[in-house]
């Protein structure tokens, strides 16, 4: 079992930068995809962005490719996401979660996102607000 804890959010203009942090305790961490998720207020929970177990894949959304960058590190149990080019729709609980099925891959194999349902653990939740 995975227990995971997100920091780095908070407030921040348009166009700037923050990293998000994602720690997971308990035991092998390197067996999960990870993944990144948000949440805008009266919205769904959509994907933003997930990384393989070994880092050899990365996938995102369309809506922050090329701005958003995920990285992991598993000798630290951490997955970061690093947030560039911040717009005000980025605005969102911004949740990390682990997959340990190979859900990820195989939903990127069938040519769609994956589902928040197809994670099996999940942070708490750390706030992103961009302001214009």
């Known amino acids: 079992q995975a227990h995971l804890g997100e920091s780095g959010g908070g407030l921040v203009q348009a166009g700037g930068s923050l990293r998000l942090s994602c720690a997971a305790s308990?035991?092998?961490?390197?067996?999960?995809?990870m993944g990144w998720f948000r949440q805008a207020p009266g919205k769904e929970r959509e994907f933003v962005g997930a990384?393989?177990?070994?880092?050899?894949?990365?996938y995102y959304a369309d809506s922050v490719k090329g701005r958003f960058a995920i990285s992991r590190d598993n000798a630290k149990n951490s997955v970061y996401l690093q947030m560039n080019e911040l717009k005000p729709e980025d605005t969102a609980v911004y949740y990390c979660?682990?997959?340990?099925?190979?859900?990820?891959?195989?939903?990127?194999?069938?040519?769609?996102?994956?589902?928040?349902?197809?994670?099996?653990?999940w942070g708490q939740g750390t706030q992103v607000t961009v302001s214009s």
């Open positions: 990384i393989s177990r070994r880092s050899k894949g990365t």
């Open positions: 308990g035991r092998n961490f390197s067996e999960y995809n």
């Open positions: 979660a682990a997959d340990g099925l190979g859900n990820t891959a195989r939903a990127m194999s069938q040519g769609r996102v994956p589902r928040p349902d197809e994670y099996d653990y």
